[in-house]
């Protein structure tokens, strides 16, 4: 079992940068496919990001492709999702999730096994 636990998230302007964070406790990430995924209220869950178990490959949604970067310390077993240039459209629950084939690093929702509970993030315009 693993558990994820997202922080970081928050109310900021258009413009401003957010750094959310995913804690991992259980079993080790280090073998695990990383994501970032949102849910705005009334659509649904949607990529962001993702990152391979090593940390050398990674995707990203065409809308947050040159704003947002992920990253890892397998060491911390954390991951993060550095957001830049925020825009209201970013406003969402941002999730994290652990998808147990390391070089898979997918955009698909049910490849990954382990969620975590999520972060509100809201920009304002």
């Known amino acids: 079992q693993v558990q994820l636990v997202e922080s970081g998230g928050g109310l900021v302007q258009t413009g401003d940068s957010l750094k959310l964070s995913c804690a991992a406790s259980?079993?080790?990430?280090?073998?695990?496919?990383m994501g970032w995924f949102r849910q705005a209220p009334g659509k649904e869950r949607e990529f962001v990001a993702t990152?391979?178990?090593?940390?050398?490959?990674?995707d990203y949604a065409d809308s947050v492709k040159g704003r947002f970067a992920i990253s890892r310390d397998n060491a911390k077993s954390t991951v993060y999702l550095q957001m830049n240039n925020l825009k209201p459209e970013d406003t969402a629950v941002y999730y994290c999730a652990a998808d147990r084939f390391g070089n898979r690093w997918s955009s698909i929702p049910r490849h990954y096994d382990y969620w975590g509970q999520g972060t509100q993030v809201t920009v304002s315009s």
């Open positions: 990152i391979s178990a090593g940390g050398e490959r990674t």
């Open positions: 259980g079993r080790t990430i280090k073998t695990y496919s």
